[in-house]
């Protein structure tokens, strides 16, 4: 039986799947908290379906976490689950408020009552700081949150501090600028690009359309951010730390680098904007300051923007059987 175990929200994702691998390499027992769909999407967890327990459970329901939590026991709690993405929040702005924000205290109110010595991440974001006050973005800078997306992540942030605070939980925010790799949502901007290019240059699509091609991100890889989130909940005791590259490009410089890498230098017949692409409040830019993670974790992005955007690319290329 292994002595530490790990519950992890949101493990069909993007981060959930590279940290459940991550957790199941260093010993720990690991669940995972799955939704109920019509069609199970667990593709991200193949490797190590046989290696991990699947309990029921959906953020909006408080009894489902309450026996997730009992039954798991676990000595960690990471909350990634969340409507994750900021586009659709404009458009449902309640359930990004029920999922993103309340579910969050859901869990942190399953885990006071069931497991409240149990060590709690929660998913923090960059988006939290909204429209940026300065740059880099660190733990001590203002919260300007842009969208019901960054609102509910402000909210669960607060609750969780809060949570610190009054009970003596140990709960921690990861507050993550982006972080990216072969398994993103394919809405998600890069992912969009390393696909549409891909797409173009098998002979699938003619054009890829985006949105607002000048936005800055911090864009990192994501299995060095759930070596962070487990940095996180090692440290002596709960605080909040940025993860991030600390290096910033635009969307339009990620469309060069993903053409480049395909072979194609002059991009831009191939690539049209639409306002449909285009958020009623934008975030501009973010670039974080990765100090204190650096200093107290030991912890530093391993993988460089031009290295991000080819492991993209050539993982879309050989989906279209390109290679
Ligand atoms: P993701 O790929 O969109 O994964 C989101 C996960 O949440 C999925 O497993 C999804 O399950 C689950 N989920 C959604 N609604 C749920 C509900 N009602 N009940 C239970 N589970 C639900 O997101 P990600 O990129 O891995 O990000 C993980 C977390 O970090 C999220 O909280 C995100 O907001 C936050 N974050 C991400 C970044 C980034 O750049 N990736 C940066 C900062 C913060 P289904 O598979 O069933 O949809
Ligand atoms: N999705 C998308 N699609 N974004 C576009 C497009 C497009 O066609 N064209 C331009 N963009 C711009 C967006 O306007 C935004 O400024 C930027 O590209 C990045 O958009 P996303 O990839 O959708 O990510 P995000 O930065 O809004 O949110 C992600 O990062 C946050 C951390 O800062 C998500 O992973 C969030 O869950 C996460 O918290």
Redesign the pocket.
């Known amino acids: 039986m292994a002595d530490r175990s790990a519950l992890i929200t949101g493990v069909t994702g993007q981060d959930g799947s590279y940290l459940a691998e991550l957790l199941v390499s260093k010993g720990y027992k690991v669940y995972g908290l799955v939704r109920r769909l019509s069609s199970p999407n667990m593709s991200h967890l193949k490797g190590i379906r046989d290696a991990i327990e699947i309990l029921d459970g959906d953020l909006m329901d408080q009894t489902s976490l309450q026996q997730a939590v009992k039954a798991a026991d676990p000595t960690e709690i990471y909350n990634l689950a ?1 409507q ?4 659709a929040s404009f458009s449902q702005p309640v359930l990004t408020g029920e999922v993103t924000a309340l579910g969050a205290v859901r869990m942190l109110e399953a885990a006071r009552a069931h497991a409240p010595t149990a060590r709690f991440y929660q998913a923090a ?3 939290m700081f909204g429209h940026v006050e300065r740059e880099p973005q660190d733990e001590l800078t203002r919260f300007h949150p842009r969208s019901p ?1 960054g609102v509910a ?1 402000v909210y669960a942030y607060w609750a969780c501090v809060n949570y610190r605070e009054a009970y003596g939980m140990f709960v921690s925010n990861g507050i ?3 972080h990216e790799s072969e398994r993103r949502g394919i ?4 992912r ?1 690009i390393s696909d549409g290019v891909a797409r173009i240059v098998t002979g699938h699509a003619k054009h890829l359309t ?4 000048d ?1 800055r ?1 911090d864009w990192g890889y994501a299995p060095d951010y759930v070596e962070f989130m487990w940095r996180t909940l090692q440290h002596q005791v709960p605080d909040d730390f940025v993860g991030a590259t600390g290096e910033s490009h635009t ?1 339009r410089e990620f469309v060069a680098a993903a053409f480049h890498e395909a072979g194609i230098d002059a991009w831009e017949p191939f690539v049209r904007t639409d306002d449909r ?3 009623p409040s ?2 501009y830019n ?1 670039r974080g300051d990765p100090s204190k993670a650096a200093q107290r974790l030991g912890w530093k992005a391993t993988t460089r923007f031009d290295e991000l955007v080819r492991t993209m690319v050539r993982a879309d290329l050989a989906r279209y059987g390109r290679t």
Do not use: D, M, Q
């Open positions: 969340a994750s993405f900021v586009a974001s960059s988006e997306y992540k993550l600028f982006n809405e998600f901007v890069t969009k985006l949105g607002n091609l936005a991100r969307v692409f285009k958020r934008e975030v973010l």
